[in-house]
Structures are given as structure tokens and as C-alpha cells.
């Protein structure tokens, strides 16, 4: 656009009929040009004369009185804008304590109110993570005993089964082992049947030392052949599945000794166990 | 020339205004006497509504007795001014309210337009009104009509081609051309209002 594209625009402008688009790069011209600025001017007398053209007419009386005592009483109070007149007035009151937040200051304690909540929700989280985590050790703690207790009442079950199922068979036979020397209230029953399965189950052991286990021996003559090992329960319950070599199967003694654990080839302690002759 | 003797006066009026001194209120008061036919009678031919006319005839004083200090007389004359901070708020309160109908009220307004009397002011400004409305008419109708509409109704250029139903070019044009007339026509009788 030329300057006289402007130049031209401005009759219109001066009666504000420009439309919105034309109006702005008007504006921006008139911002930059002093030329069109000093014809302006006339223009704007030009258009003001139309006002003589409307038929004069004579407002009611009391527009004037309305006016000139509304210009009073912002002469007497020249501040009109409420919010200052507001503080003016809690200033000169004493009883009036101020109670006005500039917007900034409502969203700065708007802010800190906010901070103060995080901190507290993030604190009360960390806790109830900390609990939960307690929580949740102790479960699987529980559990895991549950679980080892349920396996060995299983075992115990397994054995009882095996005991009993042994027991049920035709020819099948059962030892007692009374206890002695160092464990004078232990006792056990071993039930075998002719094939020479056996299972012993033995009561009243006493605990066994770390790196140590009980082991149970087939003595035939005077020799005694080495069986399994086992470890009796807190209660000194203890359980065993074997199979009794066939050569001690008619008149073999029955025993139990305290071994390292695996087991010996031939006993190293004295008899815990032992049955009759 | 009593024009300019009234442009110095009212010039004088609005610095005693703005001055918000002990003459000010005299002067305001003084303006309003001065001013209050033109502008009241622009203000209800914009908007058709005596109530709405004084209420904003009241605004405008009080935006002078606020606002007198804005005026700078190298710039502008007194009558410009004035004028054009009235028919600025008729405009705009024309265009905040709601509805634009203007027919119905148009006959109470004319029986509203109370003729005025011979004040000495306004013999001077029958005078000025007898040369805008000679130059006024020897403009071609449609020149004459785009510029009331453009200036009593608020109207812009392409709300003015959407009522007439004319290219906007045209509306363009036509306004530009009347203005210009009007504005020869004015100067060759040596006529700016004060």
C-alpha cells in the first residue's frame, strides 16, 4: 500500500466506519507518518461539522445539576477508583484492619498452601510405603514359615501315609526303640514290611548340634550297617523313609546314633535308640 | 470573527476545567450551557432515546471535567473535540445495547426534539448549522446518505454495503468523494466550527 492508500482511508476513519482489518494498517501508518497525522486533523473538523447537521435539542434540566454535582464530588474525593478508595478508608479507620490481596499474593499463598500440602502428602506416602514394606517382609516372613511348616506337616503326612500304608501290608512288622543313655524319653517305632520298606518314626530325640545328625543302623551280629540320617524337628520329632538291607531283615537290632552329618560308615557315638533283641 | 473569538473562549473554558481549580466548576457548567443543544441533539439522533441521550450527555461532561487536560488546542479545536467525544459514546453506547430498533422510536424522538430557543450561542451555531446543511445538499443523495449512516448509525463501510446492497467498492468511494466534497464546500466558505 502507497501513502496515498492512506491517505485515502482517512475520510472514513475520521467517521469510523473503517472496517477492523483497514483499521489496523491505518493505525500503524498514522503511528509512522506525521503527514497524514496533520491532515488528520481537517479531516476530523469535516466530519465534527456533520454534528450540525442533527437538530439541536434541549436536554432536562436536571442533566446539568446531575453533572455539575457529580464533577463535585469527585473534585471532593479525587479518587474514584474503588479499590484505592477502599484502602484509603481502612487507612483511616483503625478498627478496619485491611484485608485486600493483590492477585499475585492470593496465587503466592495459594502456592506456599499448596507447597505445604505436597510436602505433607509426600511425607505421609514415604511412610505408608515404609509400612507396606514392613508389612509385606512380615508376610513373606509368615509365609515362608507357613510354607515350611506346611511342608513338613506334608513330609510328617507323606511319612504317616507311608507308616501306615506299610503297617496295612500282609507280614508287615513293627520295631520299638526305646531310648538310652543320653536320651532316656526318646522313642520310635519302625514298621517294615517283607520287601524290607521301612519307615521310622521317633519322638522325645533331643536337638541336634550344629554339623551333627542322628543315623539309624542295621546291627546284624555285631556288625552294623549304615542307614540313612535325619534330623529331628524343634520338638524332636523325626522321620525317616528307608530301605532295610535285605541281610538285616530277619534278625538285624535297630539303632540310632548321633553321626556327623552325612552319616559314618560305622557309629562314632553312643546309642540314642536302640530296640530289643 | 465571533468564531474565533468562541474558539478562544471555549479554549480558555476547558484549560480553567482542566485546572480543576476554583473556577473550574463555572467553567464547566459554562461549557455545558454552551454545548448542550449540539451535543445533546447529536446524542438523539444516534440514539433515538432521550434517557439514553442524557445519560450519556452526563458521561461526557464528566469525561471532560476528567479528561480536559487531554485536550491540546494546538491540535484540535474545542468544537472538534467535544464533538467528537460525544457522538464517540452515543456510538458506543449504540452498539452496547441490544437492539438497533430505531423506527419504532423514531416519532417520539422527533416529538422529543424540542426546537431550541435564539440563545446568543446559538445564533452563532444556526449560522454554522445553515452552511453544513447548504453543503450538505448540494451533495448527491447517496454521497449525503453513506455519510449519515456512517456517522449517526455507526455504521462502517462494509455494514453500510450489506444494507444498501451495493459493492463495497462502491461505499468506498462514494464516502471518500462525499467527504471531499464536503470539505471543499466548507473551506470555500471559510467555515471550521468553534
Known amino acids: 500500500m502507497v501513502h496515498e492508500d492512506y491517505k485515502e482511508m482517512l475520510a472514513a476513519h475520521v467517521l469510523s466506519a473503517l472496517d477492523a482489518a483497514d483499521q489496523r494498517v491505518l493505525d500503524q501508518h498514522l503511528s509512522e507518518c506525521a503527514e497524514c497525522r496533520r ?26 445539576d446531575r453533572i455539575m454535582s457529580a464533577a463535585r464530588r469527585e473534585k471532593q474525593d479525587p479518587q474514584p477508583d474503588p479499590r484505592a478508595e477502599r484502602d484509603a478508608r481502612s487507612q483511616r479507620d483503625p478498627r478496619v484492619v485491611p484485608f485486600r490481596q493483590s492477585r499475585r499474593e ?13 510436602a505433607v502428602l509426600c511425607l ?16 513373606r516372613r509368615n509365609m515362608d514359615f507357613m510354607s515350611r511348616d506346611m511342608r513338613a506337616m506334608q513330609e510328617e503326612l507323606n511319612r504317616s501315609n507311608e507308616f501306615v500304608t506299610i503297617l496295612s501290608t500282609p507280614g508287615a512288622r513293627v520295631a520299638s526303640l526305646a531310648g538310652t543313655g543320653p536320651a532316656p524319653d526318646a522313642t520310635a517305632q519302625l514298621v517294615y514290611d517283607r520287601t524290607g520298606n521301612a519307615v521310622l518314626m521317633a519322638n522325645g530325640l533331643p536337638r541336634v548340634p550344629q554339623g551333627k ?42 539303632a540310632v546314633t548321633l553321626e556327623p552329618a552325612g552319616g559314618s560308615t560305622a557309629p562314632t557315638s553312643a546309642i540314642y535308640l536302640r530296640s530289643g533283641l | ?49 432521550r434517557e439514553e441521550a442524557e445519560d450519556v450527555l452526563q ?11 487531554d485536550f491540546d488546542p494546538n491540535r484540535g479545536r474545542p ?8 457522538r464517540s459514546r452515543g456510538i458506543d453506547r449504540l452498539r452496547s445495547l441490544a437492539s438497533r430498533e430505531r423506527v419504532a422510536a423514531m416519532s417520539g424522538a422527533e416529538e422529543a426534539a424540542d426546537v431550541v430557543s435564539d440563545a446568543a450561542t446559538d445564533a452563532i451555531r444556526s449560522e454554522q448549522r445553515g452552511v453544513v446543511n447548504d453543503a450538505l445538499s448540494q451533495l448527491p443523495e447517496e454521497q449525503k446518505r453513506l455519510l449519515m449512516l456512517a456517522y449517526f448509525d455507526g455504521l462502517t463501510q462494509s455494514e453500510i454495503a450489506e444494507r444498501l446492497g451495493a459493492p463495497l467498492g462502491t461505499v468506498k468511494t462514494r464516502m471518500r468523494s462525499g467527504m471531499m466534497k464536503l470539505r471543499e464546500l466548507l473551506s470555500a466558505r471559510g467555515q471550521y466550527f468553534d
Not at chain 2, 62 to 69: C, E, N
Not at chain 2, 79 to 86: C, D, G, N, P, R
Open chain 1, 213 to 254: 545328625e542322628y543315623q539309624l543302623w542295621f546291627i546284624v551280629g555285631n556288625r552294623p550297617i549304615p542307614g540313612r540320617t535325619f534330623a529331628p524337628d524343634d520338638v524332636g520329632r523325626g522321620e525317616l523313609s528307608i530301605e532295610i538291607p535285605r541281610q538285616a531283615l530277619e534278625s538285624a537290632v535297630f
Open chain 2, 79 to 86: 468544537f472538534t473535540w467535544l464533538v467528537t467525544l460525544a
Open chain 1, 39 to 64: 491532515e488528520l486533523a481537517d479531516w476530523e473538523n469535516t466530519a465534527a461539522s456533520l454534528a450540525l447537521s442533527a437538530r439541536p435539542v434541549e436536554p432536562s434540566p436536571h442533566v446539568r
Open chain 1, 124 to 139: 505421609v506416602l514415604i511412610i505408608w510405603i515404609i509400612v507396606l514394606w514392613q508389612q509385606n517382609r512380615a508376610l
Open chain 2, 1 to 49: 470573527m465571533r468564531s474565533e473569538q468562541s474558539h478562544d473562549y471555549d479554549v480558555e473554558l476547558l484549560q480553567a476545567v482542566a485546572a480543576h481549580d476554583e473556577a473550574a466548576e463555572t467553567a464547566l457548567a459554562q461549557l455545558y450551557d454552551r454545548y448542550r443543544l449540539i451535543l445533546f441533539g447529536v446524542l438523539v439522533r444516534i440514539l433515538n432515546n
Open chain 2, 59 to 69: 458521561e461526557v461532561f464528566l469525561q471532560v471535567w476528567r479528561r480536559a487536560a
Open chain 1, 106 to 118: 492470593v496465587w503466592a499463598s495459594f502456592g506456599q498452601v499448596g507447597a505445604i500440602a505436597a
